[in-house]
């Protein structure tokens, strides 16, 4: 199984409103890093958080992460149409494997 | 794309027919990877690589092998390809492997076996 699950499976918008997408995981961690992918394309990476780190920013990017509850949320503010793309979560629990959770798909609607 | 291309970036293959996909790197990463991303599964790591002729098996390597002669190129290879390996295959690159590392995507091979 995923060690990283992500909710919603798939979230619709408007353009100019925030998205949350969260993520939850089953073991401890390093780091939890966010991709984006775009249709037909890679993903790329958006973001780093460590697992010292509460809270991180990149733009219009703010990652949290509650180790506690281990679970992490990506907000995106003011979204755009551009920002429509899948979203995934992922874990470093074994090193230099990363574990993918199964993405939300974000639709931004003009 | 980070200087990683992927080829064939589509390929449609019968049942029992042996598939070699190839990724090629120009970054000089020492590590390369291989996903498989299938709807409800997401991104599943088949085989990875830690340098030249090292490599090691991920989640879902049964009926692949990999190959990596030289650091720029990481072959997948599926030995009697099978419908349930229909799928799109991704390779990744990172430089150092380690905890926090980013990992950088190819674009991609859409691969149908029929």
């Known amino acids: 199984s995923q060690q990283g699950e992500e909710d919603p499976q798939a979230l619709s918008i408007q353009e100019g409103e925030n998205a949350t997408m969260n993520c939850s995981y089953k073991?401890?961690?390093?780091?939890l890093q966010w991709y984006r992918q775009n249709s037909g394309r890679g993903l790329v990476h958006l973001i780093l958080?460590?697992?010292?780190?509460r809270e991180k920013h990149s733009g219009r990017l703010r990652v949290t992460l509650d180790t506690s509850k281990k679970s992490s949320s990506l907000l995106i503010t003011a979204s755009r149409a551009a920002d429509t793309a899948s979203y995934f979560c992922?874990?470093?629990?074994?090193?230099?494997?990363?574990?993918f959770g199964e993405g939300t798909q974000l639709t931004v609607n003009p | 794309d980070a200087g990683i291309t992927q080829s064939p970036r589509h390929k449609v293959t019968e049942t029992g027919t042996p598939v070699t996909l190839r990724c090629h790197q120009t970054?000089?990463?020492?590590?390369m990877y291989w996903y498989r991303q299938d709807p409800g599964h997401g991104l599943r790591l088949i085989h990875y690589?830690?340098?030249?002729?090292?490599?090691d098996k991920g989640e879902v390597s049964d009926g692949y092998s990999v190959s990596r002669s030289k650091t720029e190129d990481f072959l997948l290879t599926l030995e009697s390809a099978t419908s349930s390996q229909t799928s799109v295959y991704f390779c990744?690159?990172?430089?150092?492997?380690?905890?926090?590392?980013?990992?950088?995507f190819g674009p991609g091979t859409r691969l149908t076996v029929l």
């Open positions: 992922a874990t470093d629990a074994s090193g230099s494997r990363l574990t």
């Open positions: 958080i460590r697992s010292n780190e």
């Open positions: 690589s830690y340098g030249v002729k090292d490599t």
């Open positions: 990744a690159i990172s430089s150092s492997g380690g905890a926090g590392d980013t990992q950088y």
């Open positions: 970054e000089n990463h020492r590590y």
């Open positions: 073991t401890s961690i390093n780091n």
